[in-house]
């Protein structure tokens, strides 16, 4: 695959190292006379100076002809030029990386579609899931994020005394952006499907938006309380506020400490919920203070790293249940083992590793990828690439025939994600996330791919 990148930051660099092992053809541009003399000697790709949003350099590096234009400086305005100018000469497929939430708020002007770009992307906004999915769900599946935590997998207990006992899934009514994956029953599991019927102690997994998954937890088990996670997050940065965002529900109690008192007021304006301290976590006397201790989850994503990884030790000596970690520099990247296992950090995620693993996935050519196993090997979930050739384009869920033992659990349409409903139409580019019975895979792939 022919690979443009546009800004040869941390990001820009990490993601033209990742692609380029992969045997991509990469070129990667940079206005720095002297980075690119440097990446030269280090990069096994093409390095050219010059200016990625200037329409002329894009004609000079055969824009026209590249499968993937990635515009990655840290410069808004600069991506979405790029990335619209790259796409407006001919480029199959424009990314760009995008900080400010004025570019992603559509309420009155779709930016993405009015400079025809493909895709959005913050890698704060990527971080923030990853943090985000163990604080939400600690008990969560381990599959493979997709949909950028838009759809997350979950498993339930039935519980003595649940009214789902006995009865069959289509008799439930369950929230619509719910769905039902597979049962586990005295060993064996089983894809569900409508005639499924509960029995307690059966273990569920649960598929859909988060909020709605974790609503149905009372019917599962009635007597199960909500209880409230203290989380505390040093440093008022953009991972930060996308990671308030994700922990809207009210069962989270969230305290921010900043520095900057200007940054405290900004936030305090926007989320009045939260609690804002104004003070440095860095000193030891101010953790103690604010009980730092009985935190459930402490959270360090300034934008230095070395202030991160000091206030993560001390959140950990005092007590903190659940440490997580943001590391901006590629430094660290040898350390990041052992910052989990000798310190006690939970959670190690970095802007530019989460960004090079989600392209990666978004730009791959397999039809088709393998997102987890099901229990005792009894099947798998499945992410399909559909294409324009494929036989279910054009048809709605309701009218595909899938073969038994096979379920639709998620659709993916460009940058959103949901349950598929019986009325939803399949567009060549969507992403269908299918659990799979063992033995049907071939099947599956004859009525989908």
Known sequence: MKIIIVGAGEVG???????????????????????????????NARIVTGNGSSARQLVDLDVANCDAFLAMTSDDRTNLISCSLAKGLGAKNTIARIHDETYSDNSVINYQLHFGIDLLVNPEA??????????????RVAVE???????????????A??????????????????????????????????????????????????????ALREKFDPKKKVELARVVLFGGSETAISLIRLLSNPRFKIRVIEKDAEKCRTLAERFPRITVINGDATSLRLMEEEQIGSADYFVACTKDDEENILTCIQASKLGAKHVQLVINKG?????????????SIEVVVSPRSATADFMRRTLSSEKVTNLAEMPDGSGRILELRINHSSPCVGRK????????????VAL?????????GADDTILAGDRLVVVVGEGQEKALMETLV
């Open 13 to 43: 660099h990490n993601l033209c190292t990742t692609l380029a092992a992969e045997k991509h053809d990469v070129t990667l541009v940079e206005q720095s006379q002297q980075r690119c003399e440097r990446l030269d000697e280090e990069q």
């Open 126 to 139: 990527i971080c923030a899931v990853e943090l985000a999915k163990a604080i939400r769900n600690p008990g």
């Open 145 to 159: 994020n997709f949909a950028r935590g838009q759809i997350e997998v979950q498993q339930q207990s039935v519980a």
């Open 161 to 214: 005394g649940s009214r789902l006992v006995g009865r069959k899934l289509k008799d439930l009514k369950l929230d619509s952006r719910v769905r039902v994956g597979y049962v586990q029953r005295d060993g064996c599991t089983e894809v569900a499907n409508a005639d499924t019927t509960l029995s307690e102690g059966d273990i569920v997994t649960l598929f859909g938006h988060p909020e709605a998954l974790f």
């Open 331 to 343: 430094d660290y990247d040898e350390l990041l083992g052992m910052l989990r296992s000798y310190l």
């Open 397 to 408: 869920v309701k009218d595909i025939q899938l073969p038994r033992g096979c379920l639709f």
């Open 412 to 420: 993916l349409h460009k940058f959103k994600a949901k349950v598929p």
